[in-house]
């Protein structure tokens, strides 16, 4: 105001002087917010160039491999029924294979293996680990590959080294244990040789009605206070590791989720991946509908998480007891009984009105939603080094000290009564019930039968077991070898913000719980990790140490805790394990943890009781691969089953590893163009002995058509090796009639 009085200025001049200032005050402001706009445009152009320009942080390979092993003769692994011997092939199992290494110092990656398998094994492991190290010297080792498992109860058994295992196989499996290593070498193998730049995105969501707790009483033994934190008795978040190119598209996944692998239940005898498996297939087919299974770039990797007292049976556990008065209601809760005996309780699926395997498929497709629900947004990416830590564990009579500082101890391994109970997913045999610790006389048979079948314990492992009550005592059976494992295999897979607890078991829900929150807590007060910090259990990976139950949930005797072999303190000695070895997933630390021998080598001295295909014939007049019972003349359509029988032989003669026992064939510009195999879930494929004596077999292909499935002509066409009395194995092909498809 001062300077416009002084002015020697008249008013007029003054308007005009004020508005000449204001028009360029304006101006020069316009310039101004121009030239921040543009400068602002120009950093957010620089940063875009050099986050494009910006070289990828991490190497990533994925790969996918057939692990299938013998599908006829051999006993089936994860219901330990002897008389489950398998008949044929609903779908190949598989191992799937992540690697992630860091760019910028290529040696120092970790190796991720998931598969179709009922649990991980130390055998199994030792070998792969073996040839990748040999194949890739300096690169693959014992600390940086994790051999995790889908836990399928629909595989080929046999192929675990310990003895337990081996018992209802009739021993060792080579063939199996054979199959699973090759796939498992092939599918690292493709992985390694697809490594190129790229990026990692993680995140979780919530999947409902995939899972129950099969062992709810047990659960409820937890503290209320730390239930309360919880909306569910079992966890409902999926946690998926996204794997991208370096301009984004995604190559695939690793995923992890606890269901059990037990939607196909034990009166099955066609060899599954069970509902990982399928959910794997489902996604890799959706992705590349056009692939045939097993030959898809994309990988999807469903894998398991604290599974110990999860079932994917949703419908929950009744009794099937015919004629009684509690048949058709829901399973006495505390011992799940029928009358007092397990053999009725059985838990339902989802699907369980048409066939386990609608259930089977549901509780996939539900895990396969999930994931696609992740897949379809942004995801945080994950940024950090790539780091790992491996160590040996022996747990008989470990010491360490609770945080409280009282020291306590792990114990040799035994099962309880309650192991022999069974779960609503597979009940046990003659008396024996879960829950039930009490001190009362026993049935005075199995008291004798315990004795003879491994040593009665001495006083210190029933007190150290203690409160469960042992009916095997397999940390003190040594004959012919080792029974169960005493020494496991703890290791931690780190990628930036996400660390894999590779674990040697099962986990309860609670046990996984408290485990994954003690090393988170860890990770974010030792300063490795911020808050960001994602923490997975990945398991029963690399050794079967059994079952993890909490302290409260051991006490109950449950199959969980009946089967937490090393004690009631296993859980304690695991976290005190994990949270120890954190320290070593620091970037500036290059030492190797303290760790205990490692296993024996069992195999070496394997036993198996195991006849071979002596030889294979034809029945009188026919030749291998003759039509005995051919497809119907009458066009099919949609759901429809085609089937045919024809002359057989053995399929262990050729485990046909990356190929297929069959096809459908369409008929495509004249030519035969196979669209199914032995892996397509539509398909079965059912080998069957039709004379011991004279060596004769069939087999029987079926396929129900599904929606989508184009009209035209089809075939069957069997691929069979037949073996000679001399021992050599020749390679023979059938063919159905053709059939319509309108």
Same mark, same amino acid.
């Given at each position: 105001?001062?300077?416009?009085?002084?002015?020697?200025? &008249?008013?007029?001049?003054? *308007?005009?002087?004020?508005?000449?200032?204001?028009?360029?005050?304006?101006?020069?402001?316009?310039?101004?917010?121009?030239?921040?706009?543009?400068?602002?445009?120009?950093?957010?152009?620089?940063?875009?160039?050099?986050?494009?320009?910006?070289?990828?942080?991490?190497?990533?390979?994925?790969?996918?491999?057939?692990?299938?092993?013998?599908?006829?003769?051999?006993?089936?692994?994860?219901?330990?029924?002897?008389?489950?011997?398998?008949?044929?092939? @609903?779908?190949?199992?598989?191992?799937?294979?992540?690697?992630?290494?860091?760019?910028?110092?290529?040696?120092?990656?970790?190796?991720?293996?998931?598969?179709?398998?009922?649990?991980?094994?130390?055998?199994?492991?030792?070998?792969?680990?073996?040839?990748?190290?040999? =194949?890739?010297?300096?690169?693959?080792?014992?600390?940086?590959?994790?051999?995790?498992?889908?836990?399928?109860?629909?595989?080929?058994?046999?192929?675990?080294?310990?003895?337990?295992?081996?018992?209802?196989?009739?021993?060792?499996?080579?063939?199996?244990?054979?199959? %699973?290593?090759?796939?498992?070498?092939?599918?690292?193998?493709?992985?390694?040789?697809?490594?190129?730049?790229?990026?990692?995105?993680?995140?979780?969501?919530?999947?409902?009605?995939?899972?129950?707790?099969?062992?709810?009483?047990?659960?409820?033994?937890?503290?209320?206070?730390?239930?309360?934190?919880?909306?569910? *008795?079992?966890?409902?978040?999926?946690?998926?590791?996204?794997?991208? #190119?370096?301009?984004?598209?995604?190559?695939?996944?690793?995923?992890?989720?606890?269901?059990? $692998?037990?939607?196909?239940?034990?009166?099955?005898?066609?060899?599954?991946?069970?509902?990982?498996?399928?959910?794997?297939?489902?996604?890799?087919?959706?992705?590349?509908?056009?692939?045939?299974?097993?030959?898809?770039?994309?990988?999807?990797?469903? +894998?398991?998480?604290?599974?110990?007292?999860?079932?994917?049976?949703?419908?929950?556990?009744?009794?099937?007891?015919? /004629?009684?008065?509690? #048949?058709?209601?829901?399973?006495?809760?505390?011992?799940?009984?029928?009358?007092?005996?397990?053999? #009725?309780?059985?838990?339902? /699926?989802?699907?369980?009105? %048409?066939?386990?395997?609608?259930?089977?498929?549901?509780?996939?497709?539900?895990?396969?939603?999930?994931?696609?629900?992740?897949?379809?947004?942004?995801?945080?990416?994950?940024?950090?080094?790539?780091?790992?830590?491996?160590?040996?564990?022996?747990?008989?009579?470990?010491?360490?000290?609770?945080?409280?500082?009282?020291?306590?101890?792990?114990?040799?391994? +035994?099962? /309880?009564?309650?192991?022999?109970?069974?779960?609503?997913?597979?009940?046990?045999?003659?008396?024996?019930?879960? /829950?039930?610790?009490?001190?009362?006389?026993?049935?005075?048979?199995?008291?004798?039968?315990?004795? &003879?079948?491994?040593?009665?314990?001495?006083?210190?492992?029933?007190?150290?077991?203690?409160?469960?009550?042992?009916?095997?005592?397999?940390?003190?059976?040594?004959?012919?070898?080792?029974?169960?494992? @005493?020494?496991?295999?703890?290791?931690? =897979?780190?990628?930036?913000?996400?660390?894999?607890?590779?674990?040697?078991?099962?986990?309860?829900?609670?046990?996984?719980?408290?485990?994954?929150?003690?090393?988170?807590?860890?990770?974010?007060?030792?300063?490795?990790?911020?808050?960001?910090?994602?923490?997975?259990?990945?398991?029963?990976?690399?050794?079967?140490?059994?079952?993890?139950?909490?302290?409260?949930?051991?006490?109950?005797?449950?199959?969980?805790?009946?089967?937490? %072999?090393?004690?009631?303190?296993?859980?304690?000695?695991?976290? *005190?394990?994990?949270?120890?070895?954190?320290?070593?997933?620091?970037?500036?630390?290059?030492? &190797?943890?303290?760790?205990?021998?490692?296993?024996? *080598?069992?195999?070496?001295?394997?036993?198996?009781?195991?006849?071979?295909?002596?030889?294979?014939?034809?029945?009188?007049?026919?030749?291998?691969?003759?039509?005995?019972?051919?497809?119907?003349?009458?066009?099919?359509?949609?759901?429809?089953?085609?089937?045919?029988?024809?002359? $057989?032989?053995?399929?262990?003669?050729?485990?046909?590893?990356?190929?297929?026992?069959?096809?459908?064939?369409?008929?495509?510009?004249?030519?035969?163009?196979?669209?199914?195999?032995?892996? @397509?879930?539509?398909?079965?494929?059912?080998?069957?002995?039709?004379?011991?004596?004279?060596?004769?077999?069939?087999?029987? %292909?079926?396929?129900?058509?599904?929606?989508?499935?184009?009209?035209?002509?089809?075939?069957?066409?069997?691929? $069979?090796?037949?073996?000679?009395?001399?021992?050599?194995?020749?390679?023979?092909?059938?063919?159905?009639?053709?059939?319509?498809?309108?």
């Amino acid at each position: 105001m001062y300077i416009l009085d002084s002015l020697p200025c &008249a008013p007029t001049e003054l *308007d005009r002087l004020l508005h000449w200032c204001t028009n360029m005050f304006h101006r020069v402001w316009m310039c101004f917010t121009a030239l921040l706009a543009y400068t602002g445009v120009l950093e957010s152009q620089s940063r875009l160039a050099s986050a494009q320009t910006q070289p990828p942080q991490y190497l990533l390979g994925l790969g996918i491999a057939d692990i299938t092993g013998p599908v006829v003769e051999t006993n089936m692994m994860g219901y330990a029924n002897h008389a489950q011997m398998d008949t044929g092939l @609903h779908m190949r199992q598989r191992s799937r294979a992540w690697i992630v290494a860091d760019a910028s110092s290529p040696a120092d990656r970790i190796v991720y293996i998931n598969a179709d398998i009922g649990m991980g094994d130390t055998g199994i492991r030792r070998s792969v680990v073996e040839q990748l190290s040999s =194949l890739y010297p300096g690169l693959y080792n014992d600390g940086n590959i994790a051999l995790g498992s889908t836990h399928s109860h629909a595989g080929v058994g046999g192929y675990l080294e310990n003895l337990l295992p081996q018992l209802s196989s009739l021993g060792y499996v080579h063939e199996t244990a054979d199959a %699973i290593v090759a796939g498992t070498v092939l599918a690292v193998k493709r992985a390694h040789e697809s490594l190129r730049p790229g990026s990692l995105a993680v995140g979780n969501t919530t999947v409902l009605d995939a899972n129950i707790n099969r062992s709810p009483s047990a659960y409820l033994a937890n503290p209320a206070e730390e239930r309360a934190r919880y909306e569910y *008795d079992q966890d409902k978040e999926l946690t998926l590791l996204r794997f991208e #190119d370096a301009d984004g598209s995604a190559r695939g996944f690793l995923s992890f989720f606890p269901v059990h $692998g037990t939607s196909i239940y034990e009166n099955n005898t066609l060899i599954s991946g069970d509902n990982k498996g399928m959910a794997a297939y489902l996604y890799e087919a959706m992705v590349e509908p056009n692939a045939m299974p097993g030959n898809t770039s994309f990988v999807a990797g469903f +894998a398991q998480s604290n599974v110990g007292d999860t079932s994917p049976n949703t419908e929950g556990a009744f009794c099937e007891s015919p /004629g009684k008065e509690w #048949d058709g209601l829901p399973c006495e809760i505390d011992h799940s009984t029928c009358g007092n005996r397990t053999q #009725d309780c059985h838990a339902r /699926g989802p699907g369980f009105r %048409i066939s386990d395997f609608e259930s089977n498929r549901i509780i996939a497709q539900r895990q396969v939603d999930g994931a696609r629900a992740l897949m379809g947004v942004d995801l945080p990416k994950v940024a950090g080094p790539v780091k790992y830590v491996h160590t040996y564990l022996n747990m008989s009579f470990h010491e360490f000290q609770l945080p409280n500082g009282t020291t306590v101890q792990t114990c040799p391994p +035994a099962l /309880g009564y309650g192991f022999a109970g069974g779960t609503t997913d597979g009940p046990g045999a003659f008396d024996f019930v879960q /829950g039930d610790n009490s001190s009362s006389p026993r049935n005075p048979f199995w008291e004798l039968v315990k004795g &003879a079948v491994t040593p009665l314990p001495p006083a210190e492992q029933v007190e150290c077991q203690y409160p469960k009550p042992i009916l095997l005592n397999v940390g003190y059976a040594h004959s012919p070898y080792t029974w169960s494992p @005493h020494v496991v295999d703890v290791q931690l =897979l780190r990628v930036g913000n996400l660390v894999l607890l590779v674990m040697p078991g099962e986990l309860t829900t609670m046990a996984g719980r408290r485990l994954r929150e003690a090393v988170r807590a860890r990770l974010v007060a030792s300063g490795v990790m911020g808050d960001d910090a994602y923490v997975v259990v990945a398991g029963p990976a690399n050794t079967y140490g059994h079952y993890v139950s909490t302290r409260e949930e051991y006490a109950v005797q449950r199959y969980e805790g009946a089967s937490t %072999i090393y004690g009631q303190w296993t859980l304690d000695a695991y976290i *005190d394990k994990y949270t120890d070895l954190v320290q070593y997933l620091n970037p500036g630390v290059t030492s &190797a943890p303290p760790t205990d021998d490692a296993p024996e *080598d069992l195999t070496v001295r394997a036993i198996t009781l195991r006849n071979g295909v002596i030889q294979d014939r034809a029945p009188f007049g026919k030749h291998f691969g003759d039509v005995l019972e051919d497809v119907a003349a009458a066009p099919y359509r949609v759901n429809d089953t085609v089937y045919a029988r024809f002359v $057989g032989a053995n399929p262990r003669n050729n485990l046909r590893l990356e190929e297929t026992f069959l096809t459908v064939d369409q008929l495509v510009n004249g030519q035969w163009t196979p669209v199914r195999s032995d892996s @397509h879930p539509s398909t079965r494929f059912e080998w069957l002995r039709t004379s011991t004596t004279f060596g004769t077999s069939a087999v029987n %292909i079926s396929w129900v058509i599904e929606d989508g499935t184009a009209p035209g002509t089809y075939r069957f066409t069997y691929f $069979g090796d037949a073996k000679s009395l001399t021992g050599s194995i020749k390679s023979f092909e059938g063919h159905s009639s053709i059939f319509t498809i309108s």
